[in-house]
Structure formats: structure tokens, C-alpha cells
């Protein structure tokens, strides 16, 4: 599948005893829950996107959010000390640096902020659930999202006759850890918004 990595952790998720393998997360079966295999068969097949997450590609909120499933998964990944979760936090200017920054105009108006995502587009465009629970995210992403796409940049630039400049916004490939359809843990390459650009073409 194009964009996607299946991540293989069949051997190092695998939870042993006395060198026989008690349980896997890769394959969605625990032994001490006959319950979760139903409930992992059905992921993906009923994830719900809401619209306005379909324009960024990934969402924060979604119906049908299989979190029990997802809590037992991560709790076996931290288990077995396997480190695999981004962490982007936002830089918070020193007192200093604001001051040098006063006077700075922004080109174009956008929105910064760390994103939790439950779900994510993949580069091949199908949606994925992602890992993350709500009370204690794992995985999170800046993104600077314009206020507006292809909208006009600020007027406190000189722009000659025969050119425009508008506004627009740019995508960077991340990695996220993610669920599909067949239980599988997946590492998904996820487009996302990095930042809003003035951008000049001639007209």
C-alpha cells in the first residue's frame, strides 16, 4: 500500500514466558481477553471522519474511537519499552525575544498548535485510526494551519504590477504510529499542514 510501512512488531511486542509467547499486540489477541478480538476485527471498518477535519487530513475527535482497544495496545508497547511515540512541543519565546519580535508583521494570518490526532490521512488518502488516548495523548504534531488558503498576503508588502502574492499553505510528511483494519500496527506516513507561505507568482 503506497505511503505505508507496516511496522513489524510481532516478535518485539510479544510478551514471554519461559520462551513462549503469551500474547501479541500484532496480531490483536490477548490471551486474557477473548473479548478484544471482536473488537479489533471491526476497526476501521466504521471510522467516521467528520468534515471538518477532511481539509488538514488528520482529527482530534471522531466517533466510534476504539479506546479500549488503543489503551491496551499502548499499554503493551510501554511494556515492552518500545519507544516509538513523536512528541512536538511549541517554542515559547523568552521575554527577550518577544521584545526583539514586537515590531514583526506576519505575512499571513495562521493558527499554531500541537494536534493530538485520532485519526489520520495516509499519503495513499485512507484514513486511519491513530493511537492516541484522550486523557494522556502519545503522539502530538504542530501545525500551522492559514486562516484562509490562497488568500491574499498582507498589504504591508510592495508587490510590482505584473506580480501576486497570496498566501498558502504548505505540508510536510510526519510519522505516526497507527491501527488498521487487520489489527496490525502500522507506521504511517501522515501529510500535514507545517505553515502558512507568502507566496509571489507572476501574473
Partial sequence: MAGILVFLLSV????????????????GRRSDDSNANVAVAAVGE?????????????????????????????????????????KDALNVPTVSRRLESGDDTELCRSVEKIYAPRAARATDGQWFYILNERERPRQTFRLEICHTDNSPCS???????????????????????GLD??????????QVPSCCSCVMKHV
Avoid: H
Avoid at 64 to 82: G, R, T
Avoid at 155 to 177: H, L, W
Avoid at 181 to 190: G, R, Y
Fill in 12 to 27: 518485539s511486542l510479544a510478551t514471554t514466558n519461559g520462551g513462549k509467547v503469551t500474547g501479541s499486540v500484532s496480531d
Fill in 46 to 86: 466504521n471510522l467516521e471522519i467528520p468534515d471538518d477535519c477532511k481539509g488538514i487530513g488528520i482529527c482530534e475527535d471522531i466517533p466510534n474511537y476504539p479506546e479500549d482497544i488503543v489503551k491496551s495496545l499502548i499499554e503493551d508497547l510501554e511494556k515492552s519499552n518500545i519507544s516509538v511515540f513523536n
Fill in 155 to 177: 498589504s504591508a508588502i510592495y508587490i510590482q504590477s505584473s506580480y501576486e502574492a497570496r498566501c498558502v499553505q504548505k505540508y510536510i510528511i510526519r510519522q505516526m504510529i
Fill in 181 to 190: 483494519s487487520e489489527k496490525k500496527i502500522l507506521k504511517l506516513n501522515i
